[in-house]
């Protein structure tokens, strides 16, 4: 396999301009001088047969191994323009060629690392992270069917390493000590083919970071534009479109379950003809079902981003560094024929507006004293959650919450766990989610069980308020030394946008206020006597 890779790489362009810059280095000072050339090919013979250990931990993943290397090399050679390639010095060819068999290498992990990743903080986090996956894990535990429970397991480590394998491939090569060949005349220049791999793991903006990714470095006498290498890699790898990465008697053979794994190859098998020409990249492909297609579109449009993104970067380049140049276009040539049906991207559109009119009314939720209802189950579950943790912690805590009636502004306020902006902004806003049943409270392993329910939730308080205010201080308990900031957020109506202003809140807890409309249903005695004593029995609070 090694020799093989090896065969395959010395029959590129992109290493043959790298041993004829070498070549021309000896005329030059009558040094013969192959070093960067044969440290390439001992790193190249070690990671090829790690690269073919991939699929042990994704089985359903396109391929990743030493071909997909030769093929990102490739794209390199069709994407660097000509007149820049000639400039390229032998380390900036081999910085690409180095980040072109490294930068997948963090998928592979043996059977022993495994077992230690599983049991880590980060590994959980991540499969509790996974709603649909933690239900599925959950209910296969219920059944007893540990067949189930492996294969998501074996699922949620594949996610694991794939999000992580930038990182942990600093691990696989310093395990396997690829960094020390990666050298030339007793210079390491490894920290620089990292920064070139670790990019590809990244928005195009963080390149723009030139501590990380420098556009005027030196190894040794050679000028070395990191930035640029590492946009070349990252648009070479994206561009791998190559049938050889996904034949379909593997597909067949493979025969993936994974819905995403199952888009990843319908997409790549769509492909009939793909080329990276001087001025722009053609793609031709058929595609037999409109979400085939919709998610082949979507590749291209993430591409498109990626050429634009690249472009205004480069072009930044102060006029000493012309020539790292990119001449392609900023959007891909593509053409798509739809077998079987004709494409069009129709579905419902909710007129919001309308849909909230529609929630808020009488006649779907009954009593608009349900509007009550949300506000306490809050309440409740907010204190609870509270309790628990200060009992936890060994604290004393008496647990309350207040309703109150002033002309028509409606007050319900806790000293439970409170919000800070984060919970505000990805719970509270969030129609029909809830924190309770979310991974952030999973993780805290708190034993509560949760009353508020998924639905139209806060939105209900429309149905009796013309707008309302949230003010809260969320209680600290990992970093007391940190303390989370208090929020005030004022929601004019269910379609405006919110106001937020400074808060002096000092308690724990939240505080919401409802501005009534005209016609509300409550009062004084019925709050008090009735409607509020009762919603509290139901809700165990005493």
């Not at 980040?99 to 903080?121: C, F, P, W």
């Not at 984060?422 to 949760?450: A, H, L, T, W």
């Not at 308080?461 to 929020?487: C, G, H, Q």
């Amino acid at each position: 396999m090694s020799e093989d890779a090896i065969l395959r790489l010395h029959q590129t362009g992109l290493f043959n301009k790298l041993l004829e810059k070498e070549n021309e280095e000896k005329k030059s000072t009558s040094i013969e001088d192959h070093e960067i050339s044969q440290n390439i090919i001992s790193v190249v013979r070690k990671a090829a047969p790690l690269l073919e250990r991939i699929p042990i931990n994704m089985p359903e993943f396109t391929l990743h191994n030493a071909n997909h290397s030769i093929h990102v090399i490739k794209n390199i050679e069709d994407l660097i323009p000509p007149e820049t390639l000639e400039q390229l010095n032998a380390v900036e060819i081999s910085i690409l060629i180095y980040a072109a068999y490294l930068h997948d290498i963090g998928m592979i992990s043996s059977s022993d690392e495994r077992k230690q990743i599983v049991k880590t903080n980060e590994f959980k986090k991540l499969l509790n992270s996974n709603e649909e996956l933690y239900e599925k894990l959950e209910k296969a535990k219920n059944n007893g069917d540990y067949q189930a429970v492996l294969e998501i397991e074996n699922k949620a480590f594949t996610d694991f390493l794939r999000k992580n394998h930038v990182e942990h491939a600093h691990k696989i090569i310093k395990e396997y000590e690829l960094d020390s060949e990666i050298s030339w005349k007793g210079t390491s220049y490894y920290k620089w083919v990292k920064a070139v791999c670790d990019s590809h793991g990244l928005p195009v903006k963080e390149l723009k970071k030139n501590d990380n990714w420098p556009i005027d470095v030196l190894v040794r006498n050679k000028p070395v534009n990191v930035q640029y290498l590492s946009l070349i890699l990252r648009l070479a790898d994206i561009l791998d479109l190559d049938s050889e990465r996904t034949p379909k008697r593997l597909f067949y053979h493979i025969n993936p379950k994974d819905k995403i794994s199952i888009q990843e190859w319908e997409k790549h098998l769509s492909i009939t003809g793909f080329r990276i020409g001087p001025e722009e990249i053609k793609v031709e492909a058929e595609c037999k079902s409109p979400n085939c297609e919709r998610v082949l579109r979507k590749f291209i449009k993430d591409i498109d981003k990626e050429l634009e993104e690249s472009n205004y970067l480069i072009s930044s380049y102060r006029a000493d560094f012309a020539k790292y140049r990119l001449n392609l276009s900023e959007s891909v040539n593509v053409r798509i024929h739809s077998i079987g049906y004709e494409y069009r991207d129709f579905r419902f559109e909710l007129d919001y507006r309308r849909v909230l009119d529609l929630l808020m009314g009488e006649g779907l939720y009954g009593n608009p004293v349900v509007a009550l209802r949300e506000l306490l189950q809050n309440s409740v579950d907010a204190v609870r959650y509270r309790e628990s943790l200060e009992k936890r912690e060994g604290n004393g805590y008496r647990p309350s919450i207040e309703v109150s009636l002033t002309n028509d502004e409606l007050i319900v306020e806790d000293n439970g766990i409170g919000m800070d902006e984060e919970i505000f902004k990805n719970y509270f806003m969030k129609v029909g989610r809830s924190y309770y049943q979310s991974s952030d409270f999973r993780e805290k392993n708190v034993d509560i069980d949760p009353v508020s329910e998924f639905g139209i939730g806060i939105l209900s308080v429309f149905m009796v308020a013309d707008k309302f205010t949230v003010e809260s201080r969320r209680k600290t308990f990992e970093d007391e030394l940190n303390p989370y900031i208090s929020i005030y957020f004022e929601i004019p109506t269910a379609y405006d946008y919110f106001v937020k202003r400074q808060s002096k809140r000092s308690k724990y807890g939240t505080k919401i206020i409802l501005n009534l409309k005209s016609d509300h249903p409550f009062s004084p005695s019925s709050l008090i006597e009735k409607k509020y004593q009762k919603l509290l029995l139901l809700l165990n609070i005493k």
